[in-house]
Nanobody, 122 residues
Framework: VQLQASGGGLVQAGGSLRLSCAVS???????MGWFRQAPGKEREFVAA????????YYADSVKGRFTISRDHAKNTVFLQMNSLKPEDTAIYYC?????????????????WGQGTQVTVSS
């Protein structure tokens, strides 16, 4: 199983980035999530999407600015991040889980990507 995250970088506040997570070895029955970890802080939930593509969930801090989506044909999960703020600076990780509940809890995820750095300058 491999989750390969990409798309991070340096952007000014107010800018946008689109993260991608290429998934191999997992079938479409997995729910997917994005988490982030800033220096000195614990890993925190950002967004999740169910295998149905119908239900999505967001942390309050990113609601209205970030959008999670997935392309089953390409086995890829995306995180569109708009109106970025300096406090969004972190390493972003994509993850996969068979759990159907508590998708906001990192402990429920079985597989993790290597992370991609997002830095937002003020």
């Amino acid at each position: 199983v491999q989750l390969q995250a990409s798309g991070g970088g340096l952007v000014q506040a107010g800018g946008s980035l689109r993260l991608s997570c290429a998934v191999s070895g997992l079938n479409v029955n997995y729910n997917m999530g994005w988490f982030r970890q800033a220096p000195g802080k614990e890993r925190e939930f950002v967004a999740a999407i169910r295998r149905s593509n119908i239900n999505t969930y967001y942390a309050d801090s990113v609601k209205g600015r970030f959008t999670i989506s997935r392309d089953h044909a390409k086995n890829t999960v995306f995180l569109q991040m708009n109106s970025l703020k300096p406090e969004d600076t972190a390493i972003y990780y994509c993850s996969g889980t068979r759990s159907v509940t508590q998708l906001t809890n990192a402990k429920n995820y079985d597989y993790w990507g290597q992370g991609t750095q997002v830095t937002v300058s003020s």
